[in-house]
């Protein structure tokens, strides 16, 4: 029986699973946006640049950057050779024209001009700017010759999706910077002086799929937003703004997003000459948003470090460092940024400080798990077999609800798992239909508690007839005939022999069907076991736990086994 156990364990550990329907998106339907932050082409990068070429700072993040259609980031500079610096301006920045090959190259297509340097050098060296950055082949916004071209937003379009950009500044260090009538300067708004933003947000939202607004604001080297942030934040979302993307603190600030909209507070520096005993301004993200014409449907935070002016993507444990620290920073926004970048909102109050907020908070956001009317999600509350059953049968479906069609039709003497009116009989005679319950098992009994061993069981099923209906013919031995389970082999490197010796007490008094299930499921990592050393396989399963494995089973399927 063991060498029959490894010959199914390593034929399915072979096969590449399924991708899943709800893991499908149709990227002819969405579009990617790339964020990043403040972008100074000046000072020390401009030596860089003069050293080894106008790409050289961007090297290490170029294919991130062109990956997606459209990427838009914060210019913090003059560009031109016109004007002086300003008096009394302790840093002022100015870059030469060929600086900007390097933006253009590397896969910026829009910049924000809205800041408190683009006008270091004066009015004739900002319009000089403007020329040299559209001469380049990118868009520039925030900045014009008149209030109306500052103010205009530039229309990003691409799959049947319209997106309105507008980009304005609330730290300026004169009034005389912002456009206003005829004079040449920036876009320039306040949390108790926005009539002019929000009208125009107002004006474009009947004609536009999301408005995105790019906003220099908040105090430099802080990582709470202000209140006069949070004030602003307020009146761009009340208005209308989907996006909101802030510049100007140097630093990483958390995010807020609530399914339909989000914000960025900071995305901290991207190509920046820093100093070097502020590590804090040498990090900062690449925030990629996948918009489709419904919806928000993938937000993803991709952490970089300045290393010598050249910038990076993180990898590895620094970058599960700085998104721990991104996850912190955005609990009081009700907000989780997990391991892989993803950035979800949080949906159920009881799940605040729960073990599986995460977990459970990814497959509320995809419809798959519910909370009860209350609003809570009791995460500790055991799970019946029709919960669980139905959970798995949206998961293999795609679908949140079934059509009749759907669903097979069994004669009366057929069908025992449960009467044709309750709630969970589509999805109990759907995996009925596909094998994974028997159709008809008196013992079995929906409204009772599902045990951690007949969840294994059931996933176990669900990925033998995966590999089944697409391997058909290759692999085929489905266990046969043998001796007991654990008697010598190894499905990798001996790993089943140490689990049955670990859990054998637990293991023996199943059947063997379910002694391979629990052991694939240790082996896929889907299940674990707890800290006192036990799988504890009887006991029933709780909402947390289901949701935990029922990811874990989704992200599997994802990247195949």
């Given at each position: ?20 329907a ?39 993040v ?22 002086f ?5 302790q840093?002022t ?27 270091d ?12 950055v ?39 260090p ?22 002019n933003?929000?009208?125009r ?24 937003p ?9 009146v ?18 958390g ?11 900071s ?6 000459a ?39 993507v ?24 997990i391991?892989s ?22 497959l ?53 798992l449960?009467?044709?009116d ?19 098992d ?39 005939a ?8 190894t ?10 010796s ?14 391979i ?24 399963v ?10 874990r ?9």
């Amino acid at each position: 029986m063991k060498k029959a156990l490894l010959l199914i364990l390593a034929a399915v550990t072979m096969l590449a699973l399924v991708q899943p329907a709800w893991a499908q998106v149709n990227r002819s339907q969405t579009i990617t946006l790339n964020f990043v932050g403040d972008i100074l082409l000046a000072s020390r990068i401009q030596e860089l640049i003069d050293a080894e070429g106008p790409l050289a700072p961007w090297l290490g993040v170029k294919d991130l950057l062109q990956s997606a259609d459209f990427t838009i980031g914060n210019l913090e500079c003059a560009v031109g050779t016109t004007g002086f610096p300003m008096p009394d301006k302790q840093w002022t920045f100015r870059a030469s024209p060929e600086t900007l090959q390097g933006l253009r190259d590397a896969g910026v297509d829009v910049v924000s001009l809205a800041n408190n340097h683009t006008l270091d050098f004066g009015a004739e060296c900002l319009l000089e700017t403007i020329e040299h950055v559209k001469n380049c082949g990118i868009i520039p916004i925030g900045a014009g010759p008149d209030e109306a071209s500052a103010r205009e937003p530039v229309i990003l379009e691409k799959n049947g999706i319209r997106i309105a950009l507008f980009a304005t500044s609330m730290v300026i260090p004169v009034w005389e910077w912002a456009a206003e009538g005829d004079r040449p300067g920036l876009a320039v708004d306040y949390s108790m002086w926005n009539h002019n933003i929000v009208a125009r947000i107002e004006a474009i939202r009947p004609d536009v799929d999301y408005i995105v607004v790019y906003l220099h604001w908040g105090e430099e080297r802080t990582t709470e937003p202000e209140d006069w942030v949070l004030r602003m934040e307020n009146v761009l979302r009340e208005a209308g703004a989907d996006i909101i993307i802030g510049s100007h603190p140097h630093v990483l600030r958390g995010l807020r997003f609530d399914g339909k909209s989000l914000t960025a507070f900071s995305l901290g520096n991207f190509i920046f000459a820093t100093r070097l005993d502020s590590p804090a301004c040498q990090i900062g993200a690449v925030l990629s948003i996948t918009l489709s014409k419904r919806a928000i449907e993938e937000v993803v935070i991709h952490p970089t470090e300045i290393v010598w002016g050249k910038t990076f993507v993180m990898e590895g444990q620094a970058k599960q460092e700085v998104l721990a620290t991104l996850g912190q920073l955005s609990q009081p926004f009700d907000t989780d940024v997990i391991a892989s970048g993803q950035v979800l909102e949080r949906v159920f109050p009881d799940v605040l400080n729960h073990w599986a907020r995460v977990n459970v908070s990814e497959l509320a956001r995809l419809e798959i798990v519910r909370g009860f009317e209350d609003g809570r999600f009791l995460p500790d509350k055991p799970v019946t077999r029709a919960e669980f059953a139905t959970t798995l049968a949206r998961v293999i479906s795609g679908k949140l609800e079934l059509a009749n069609t759907d669903v097979p039709m069994f004669q009366p003497d057929e069908f025992s798992l449960c009467e044709p009116d309750h709630w969970a009989y589509p999805y109990l005679a759907y995996l009925a239909g596909l094998s994974i319950l028997p159709a008809h098992d008196p013992e079995w009994l929906p409204d009772e508690f599902c045990p951690r061993a007949e969840v294994c069981a059931l996933l176990w099923k669900t990925v033998m007839r995966d590999n089944a209906a697409n391997n058909t013919g290759e692999n085929g031995s489905n266990g046969g005939a043998g001796d007991n389970p654990h008697e010598g082999g190894t499905i990798t490197t001996g790993i089943t022999d140490q689990v049955w010796s670990q859990f054998q007490n637990e293991l023996e008094p199943l059947d063997p069907e379910r002694q391979i299930a629990v052991l694939w499921c240790i082996n896929e990592s889907l299940l674990k076991g707890y800290d006192d050393g036990t799988l504890r396989l009887d006991n029933p399963v709780t909402r947390a736990e289901a949701a935990t494995i029922i990811l874990r089973f989704m992200n599997l399927q994802s990247r195949g086994s």
